[in-house]
């Protein structure tokens, strides 16, 4: 069964430094998102992507934060300027356009930021 | 806006018991409500899922849920747990074709041998 792939597994970055997350969504599925999860807290909505732009972002997805699908297949988070409370685990998701398809969630990178 | 409760933080079963993790949620319609499962270390992998119809959903791994709108709730259940269903379990909610997921806090279950 195909599957959103995200790299690395894991992040360690020294704050103000800028890191980009990667991942491959599944090939014919069109909505993108990004999710993250602080450690011991819910999974938080970051932002959605379809037709190559933004089309919901969260509060929490502010201009530190940006979104690219630079080719056909890969789907990217830039956090420019990283802050301490940035750790977390941050999760790409994907989705057919039928409305009646969930979100298909990768298993996800863990940024630590020191 | 919309909600998800999920009023159980932790829960120990033994295996071989029987299962139900709570679910409530707010909303003004009907939602698309779905279960998730993560295991330590992993992703979020889907269990169950509800759009519109028979309101009781088979999902993978022998796990069930049941909408049921006047209690707002979507309740996951299992007959019989196994060691391997120890994992948090979220339950989410969205509103349309392509808006968020908006997640519950989770449900760590612990199973006991």
């Known amino acids: 069964e195909p599957e959103v792939t995200q790299t690395p597994s894991h992040q360690v970055t020294q704050m103000g430094q800028e890191v980009i997350l990667r991942c491959v969504p599944i090939?014919?599925?069109?909505?993108f998102y990004w999710y993250r999860q602080i450690l011991g807290q819910k999974v938080e909505f970051l932002v959605s992507?379809?037709?190559?732009?933004?089309?919901?972002k969260s509060e929490i997805f502010d201009d530190q934060f940006s979104v690219e699908r630079p080719d056909g297949s890969n789907f990217t988070l830039k956090i420019r300027s990283t802050k301490l409370e940035d750790s977390a685990m941050y999760f790409c998701?994907?989705?057919?356009?039928?409305?009646?398809?969930?979100?298909?969630f990768g298993n996800g990178t863990r940024l630590t930021v020191t | 806006a919309q909600s998800v409760t999920q009023p159980d933080i932790h829960i120990t079963v033994s295996e071989g018991a029987s299962l139900e993790l709570r679910c409530n949620y707010s909303?003004?319609?009907?939602?698309?409500l779905f279960w998730y499962v993560q295991s330590p270390g992993q992703g979020l992998q889907l269990l169950l899922k509800?759009?519109?119809?028979?309101?009781l959903v088979q999902g993978i791994k022998g796990f069930e849920a049941e909408f049921k709108r006047s209690q707002s709730s979507f309740n996951l259940r299992k007959p019989s747990v196994h060691w391997s269903d120890a994992a948090e379990y979220f339950c989410?909610?969205?509103?349309?074709?392509?808006?968020?997921?908006?997640f519950g806090t989770g449900t760590r279950l612990q199973v006991t041998l």
């Open positions: 509800y759009f519109s119809g028979d309101t």
């Open positions: 090939s014919n599925h069109l909505y």
């Open positions: 998701a994907s989705k057919q356009l039928d409305s009646n398809s969930p979100l298909h």
């Open positions: 992507f379809y037709n190559n732009e933004i089309s919901e």
């Open positions: 989410a909610l969205n509103t349309g074709t392509a808006s968020k997921l908006t």
């Open positions: 909303y003004g319609a009907t939602p698309y």
